[in-house]
Each structure stands twice: as C-alpha cells, then as structure tokens.
C-alpha cells in the first residue's frame, strides 16, 4: 500500500478554522507599526526621520503622510472597519488616540510601514506594534492610524458598494495573482493558502490560472514598470465584478523599493485597488483576512478588546493542551 | 564553550585584495589565470566613477574572494568583452551594457537583459553615478524574436503564469514536444535595486538588503552585513554568530522544503504536497516565534544582532527534533515513490563539467558535483567551529541530484541547528552586537566584499561607502548566476518536464533581475 496513505492521516486535521474560529496564530500576528499614544509624540522632533520609508508625520493640521493625501481613488482617507479588526491593543489605543491626535500630531502610514521596527524601538511610548491579522483597509487613507478625523462619511458606502459587486460570487471566488515586482516573498505567503493550514479551498475560494475566470485579483510588488503592460492585460481580461487587492506594502505605496527608475511606486496607477494590505510581507492569516474583507465574508460580531483578550488566552491555552496531549501520545515515528 | 569566543574567522581579513590591472585585456587575462588555477569566476560589475567606468571582477577562492578590477578611460562607450573567453560573464556583460550603456565588443548576443529599450541612447541607470533618469520604460518590442529552424514555433510561457509565481517568460521553442531550444525574458520585474541603494546610509541599506530576495533574506542581510563588518573591522559576538546560524538554517530549511513542495506538486502527488507544505509553514511559524518575522528579517544587523530568539533553547531543541522526525519520514517515503522518481530521473541534466566551467552555485552546483559551499570554503559567523555533516556526493545533475541535495541539506540544516541551539543554551549574558566604526560614522569611507551562502547558493555583495552613503551596492544571488543555465538543460526534455525542471532548480526572480 502506499505509504502517503498514513503519512496523510499521521497529524489529524492542521488546518485552521479561522475565522469562524479563534486562532492564536493569526490573533497574536505582529502587523504594521501603529501609534498607541500620539500625545507622547507631541512636539518631539526628529519623529518623521526614524521611518525610512516615510510613514511618519507630525503636522499638526490633522492632514495625513503625503501618501495617504496623493491617493487619487478615494475621496480623502475613510474610517478602517472597527467591526473587522482583530488588533486588540490597536482597537482601544487608537480611538482614544483619535480624538487627542486632532490637536496635532503624530501618524503613522501603516501603508508605507515595512515593519523594520525602528520606530517602535526608538520610541516606545508612542509607537507600538498592531496585533492581527486585520492589517488590511477598503482604502488607502484608511491605512492611516491614528484615523484621520471626519473622513469616515464614505466608507459605509464603499462597504455597501464592494460587498454588491462581491454578492453573486458566494462561495465560489477564484483569484489570480500577478506579481508586479515583489521580493519573492509574497508569492510563498499566497501559495502558503494552498496549503493544508489555512486551505482557502474549505472557504469556496479557488486560484485559476486564467483571468477569464478569475474574480479576484491578487497583485503583489512595487509596480516594476515591465509589469505595468502585463497587469493591465489581465486585469483587463477580467469579467465583472472584479476585485482587485494589493498585497504587500510594496503593492501598497512602493515601500522601501520605490522611488526607484524602474517602479511606479504601487501598482495602484496600473489598476484600481480596492483593499489595501500593507505587510512586508504580509501573513497568510493576513492575506486571508484582506480576502474575506473584500468578500464582506469576515464576521461581524464586534468585540471588545477584552473580550479578545480572553478568548486569545482561551484559545492559547486549548492549543497548548492539546499539543501536550498529542506529545504524550507520542506522535513521532 | 561558553566563553567569548572569536567568530567568523573568515572575516577578519580588513578589505579584501584589490588587484588593479593596467588595462581590459591585462584584467581577463588574469581573471582566465585565475580561472585556469581552479579559483571561480564569481561575478562582474561595473561602477561609474568620476573618471570613468570601473570593471570589477570577483573571484572566488579558499579563504576570500579576490577583487580584479580595471578602469576604463573616461567617456569609453565600448571594452572587449569577456564573454567570447569566458561563458560565464554572458549575463553580467548583458546587465553592464543595460546599466551603463557600455557595450562589450564581441559578445556573442548582446540582448537587452533586464532594461530592453527601443532608443539605445537614451539615459541610462549608471550605477555609482550620481542621479539619474526618474523613469525608464522599458519596450519588450525591441527584443528580438527568433526561431532556430523549421517546424519549430515558440510558446510564450509568461510573465502572467498559472500558479503564484514570480514574473518571467520563458520563450519555448518546440516542434511540439522536445524542447531543442529555450529563450528566458527576465525584465519584466525589474525594480532598479542597485539604483536604489545609492544614497542610503548603511543602515537602511541593510532594510533593503533584506528585501532584495524576499525568500533569502536572512542571506542577503548576512552578506551585506559582512561587507561592512569587514569594512569596519568589526569582530562578531559568539552568540550573535549562533543566532545567525540558527536563521540562516531556517531560511535554508524553510526553501527546500518549499522545492520540496513544488516538485511534488508537479508530479501530482496530493499527500506529498500537504506533507512538505505543513512542515514548511512549521518551520516559518517557528522562525516567527524566534523573532516575530516568518522570514527572519530584522534580527541580522551590522556588528551582530538585534536580539536573542524569544524561544529558549530547549524549546528550539525540542522543535527541531520534532521537525527531523516528520521531515526524515517524508523524504524517505517521496524518495521511495517511484511514480515520484520517474519525473526526476534524468531530468534537466547539467553536465558536471559545465557546473564546473560555469561556477554553477548551491545546490544546482552540488548536484553536478560541484561544490563550493561558501559556509566550508570561506566560514563565517560561527560556521568555522560548527560541523555541516559530510554528504555523499553527487554528480549525475539531474533534477533528482539537486532534490537528493537538498533533502541533504535540509538534513544538514538540522544538524548544524541543533549544534548552534546547543551552544546557545551555553552562552551567558553576553552583549549581542560589536559596534561598526562605518554604522556609528567614525569611518565614513570603505568599500568590501561579503558573502554568504543563501538557500540557493553564494550571495555576494560589493558595497562601497563614501561620506557615510552608500555610493554603490551590488548584490549578486546566486539566482542570478545560475538561472542562465537554464539554457543547457532541456536537451532530450520535453514540455511536461518544465515544471520538474524549474522547481527544482529552486530560484527566486527577484534576486535575478533586481
């Protein structure tokens, strides 16, 4: 008999029930920097100098990084969707941190953020990491934090509108990735979908080889201006609805590639994005939450930092316990 | 060995030896004399300089690696190319002449690389040169198309393939099933890396480093690191030097296990592909539990570096003795499938002599039995007191030597981080980082090579630094070096074998085209 038939059945179910479920995996994921206390920050100098791609500002007009205010797509920076974020910390620091921060101060472009850390080792009182997989935004203002105020006016409405091009698709989504000059790592964080831990086929979502039948564009890099004919091709080879998500902050803004002669800085002047997932690279977990986020298909449960809190440790400890139990049982050979 | 124990031996050597020769043709020919005592071409460049183009060889030997260089006089638009003497420049001359606009007099085919332009004067990158153009577009039109005989046609395999992969045509030309010729059109990602470099100061250099090719960033960081600690003469920690070793084996383990992956899915083997991928995701999820990025980035800096993992040792031994238990079971049952076997066996092969006359690196070299193991042949960090293990060799360069190579590796990856999880549990509280005179500003003016074998082979980095910027970098992957080998190995193959082919040489694009 083969021997895969075993070997196949040797660890039990691995993949995720995420999100119906709980993951501590994807709960406890350290994403983009953010800003915990913008007050901290007030009138230090030398904050826009710690970030080597520009993701810090600190004018004191409310306005947001320049990356945020050039976003040709949307009508100034929304609201990201409280509802769909899985940050924890990031929840309750922020809208405190929003009502402080028109008074002045410090933000941070998560789209711009290539997650190096400098600033939070610098400055740890004011900046911080967001946990979650929930890094992803229906626009790019939206990557913003703390959230730019009296901008949020539209974004039920982009919700409302994604969600009405998303709806025929139900539970049969297929994608197509193009990559439009990234580092190589994104590709493996998609194909890492395909695997047997997140396995986005248990959610009806399938990767196709021709834009013919795909729905759902995936476009990681920095917009390699090779890649600017090709994108376009088979964006354009798309039926409608289509869905389009920049995956990766180099998908996002050009991150730490761009300027260069040969990127277009993102590839949102090839196409039009409409979720923006910053991450360098992103996670699966991240990757699957922009996804489902597109799709309106995250839940909608809204729960309290510390109802997170508890149910992160409830699941950590249930993971551990049942690791434990499989180790005595002795899963080795 | 608990005590403050001097890493990386490889290392402390100050710049590595420049050899000025008086002209082009006094450069190749010591470079063909080099190349004829057994030392390896290990790369060409070429950097604007004031007063004119420099040509910069790199050869690799025990112990180091050997700068040739030569200078161009100001305003030369042309040299007498290497290539006609030496196949293994055919690339590097290609991307001298995209980058500089200098053309190699008598190169064999002098195809626009990775910047294909319909107007051949117009600006060029130049790296080293201050400025530049803002934007280049690149035109795929002034390519030449061309068909070796009749009955032939060519199928376009890219950029916008089926499956997450990374940008890049394959040009197939077939009769409709053998494969007598293969043409590669690797532009289309190009993100003007070594441009983008220039103006950095040396720590954001490392940020980029790090993003140069995404799936070998560890590598990339550790090679760039090491130019500058050898610039700076700077002496890295021994349990910094142990973490760098615990990362760079991960990154290792975490790539082959993903051609492992790959070559299965080719063959259709549903299990096998599950099987490789969960112990991939392991060993990413554990790379993130060290340190909080699945690709380790952010833990290699300047001097040493930046933390120790955040998993003790034990629970680090006790990972990876869970994972050579589930990895060994797999492999031993995949290299037992026959129905696996046969897509592998005589497929792809590299003929051990072209390895040898090419360089060939990694693992594609291994397989064809050529080693030059940058970890053996010129150690660092902590790899001159840590045993690699002894492999049988390899020589038949089909796709199952390089896959028998790898799971060779991977087992040798374990090997080496159960030595390193083990000495770091040994280790008391010692400072993780040696300052940097280039990082901290105290020199502001040095240029060196460094190295580091990276998943898929050496990784080489010429940075030079001038007022405390870095003035030019060029990083060359091993990717580079061995993706033109591609064009030597579908002889007898036919369309179905390309996948096998491809997968197993393990490459990344990125680190290609830059």
């Known amino acids: 008999m083969s021997p895969w038939v075993l070997r196949g059945l040797r660890n039990g179910v691995v993949t995720t029930r995420w999100p119906a479920r709980p993951d501590p995996y994807a709960s406890g994921w350290r994403g983009p920097a953010t800003v915990l206390d913008p007050a901290a920050g007030e009138g230090a100098d030398g904050l826009e100098g710690l970030c080597p791609t520009g993701a810090i500002s600190t004018q004191p007009d409310g306005a947001g990084p320049d990356g945020a205010e050039r976003d040709g797509t949307q009508p100034d920076g929304a609201e990201r969707d409280g509802a769909e974020r899985d940050g924890a910390e990031r929840d309750g620091a922020e809208r405190d941190g929003a009502e402080r921060a028109d008074r002045g101060r410090v933000r941070l472009d998560q789209g711009k953020c290539i997650l190096c850390g400098r600033c939070v080792g610098a400055r740890p009182d004011v900046f911080g990491w967001s946990t979650g997989p929930g890094a992803a935004a229906l626009t790019r203002g939206g990557l913003v934090v703390p959230e730019i105020p009296g901008t949020a006016e539209n974004l039920a409405a982009i919700r409302d509108g994604l969600r009405a091009r998303t709806a025929a698709l139900q539970r049969s989504v297929h994608l197509r990735h193009v990559d439009a000059g990234s580092d190589g790592a994104e590709e493996q964080e998609i194909y890492a979908l395909l695997g047997p831990v997140y396995d986005v086929h248990r959610l009806g979502i399938f990767f196709t080889a021709s834009p013919r039948h795909a729905d759902v564009l995936l476009v990681t890099g920095a917009g390699a201006r090779g890649m600017i004919a090709p994108l376009r091709r088979t964006f354009d080879g798309m039926p409608d609805p289509k869905i389009v998500i920049a995956v990766g902050t180099d998908a996002v803004s050009g991150g730490l590639v761009s300027p260069s002669y040969a990127t277009t800085g993102g590839v949102s002047d090839t196409v039009g994005v409409d979720v923006w997932l910053p991450g360098s690279p992103p996670s699966p977990f991240s990757i699957l939450h922009a996804l489902l986020l597109a799709l309106g298909r995250l839940p909608t449960v809204q729960q309290t930092a510390v109802q997170q809190t508890a149910v992160r440790q409830a699941a950590e400890r249930q993971t551990a316990e049942r690791r434990t139990q499989r180790r005595d049982q002795g899963e080795g050979q | 060995m608990t005590g403050g124990r001097a890493a990386g031996t490889g290392l402390t050597g100050g710049i590595p030896p420049i050899m000025p020769a008086s002209g082009v043709n006094a450069l190749w020919d010591s470079v063909m004399r080099d190349v004829a005592a057994g030392r390896r071409f290990a790369g060409l460049m070429a950097t604007q300089r004031p007063d004119g183009v420099l040509l910069s060889a790199h050869i690799a030997e025990p112990g180091g690696i050997v700068i040739r260089e030569a200078q161009l006089p100001p305003g030369a638009t042309s040299y007498p ?88 045509e394959y040009l197939v030309e077939t009769p409709g099933e053998d494969i007598p010729h293969l043409n590669m059109r690797v532009f289309y990602k190009h993100r003007g890396i070594e441009k983008r470099f220039e103006g950095m100061t040396p720590g954001d250099g490392l940020l980029l480093a790090e993003r140069t090719e995404g799936v070998a960033s560890v590598a990339h960081a550790l090679a760039y690191c090491h130019a500058i600690e050898r610039m700076s003469g700077a002496e890295v920690p021994w349990p910094a030097a142990l973490v760098r070793v615990l990362h760079a084996e991960l990154e290792r383990l975490a790539n082959h296990l993903d051609t492992g992956t790959r070559l299965a899915d080719a063959a259709g083997l549903a299990v096998a592909t599950a099987r490789f991928a969960l112990h991939k995701e392991t060993v990413l999820r554990l790379v993130s539990r060290m340190c909080g990025s699945r690709f380790g980035r952010g833990v290699v800096v300047p001097g040493g570096v930046t933390a120790l993992p955040r998993l003790d040792a034990a629970d680090l031994l006790t990972e990876v003795a869970r994972l050579e238990r589930a990895i060994t079971g797999d492999v031993n049952a995949a290299m037992g499938t026959s129905s696996f076997l046969d897509r592998l066996r005589r497929t792809g092969p590299l003929r051990p002599e072209r390895a040898r006359e090419h360089g060939a690196l990694g693992p594609v070299g291994r397989a064809s039995g050529y080693d030059d193991d940058a970890r053996r042949g010129r150690p660092y960090d902590a790899y001159p007191a840590l045993g690699r293990g002894d492999w049988l060799p390899h020589s038949g360069g089909d796709a199952l030597d390089r896959l028998r190579v790898r799971w060779d590796e991977a087992l040798g990856s374990l090997h080496l981080l159960r030595q390193a999880a083990d000495e770091l549990a040994g280790v008391g509280d010692q400072p993780l980082r040696a300052d940097c005179a280039v990082v901290d500003g105290t020199v502001t003016d040095g240029r060196s090579v460094g190295w580091a074998e990276a998943p898929q082979g050496e990784v080489l980095y010429d940075l030079r630094i001038e007022e405390g910027r870095i003035t030019r970098c060029r990083p060359r992957s091993a990717s580079f070096h061995n993706l033109v080998l591609f064009h030597e190995v579908f002889a007898g193959d036919i369309l179905t074998d390309f996948p096998f082919i491809e997968a197993s040489f393990g490459l990344s694009v990125a680190g290609v085209v830059l």
């Open chain 2, 81 to 168: 190319a290497l290539t006609p003497r030496l196949d293994a420049a055919f690339w590097y001359e290609r991307l001298i002449h995209d980058l500089h606009g200098i053309s190699p007099e008598g190169h064999p085919r002098l195809a626009p690389l990775v910047l294909p332009r319909r107007d051949d004067a117009a600006p060029r990158p130049r790296p080293g040169a201050p400025g530049g153009p803002a934007a280049i577009q690149p035109d795929e039109h002034s390519l030449p198309r061309h068909v070796m005989g009749p009955g032939l046609f060519t199928i376009p395999h890219g950029p916008v393939r089926s499956g997450v992969l990374e940008s890049i």
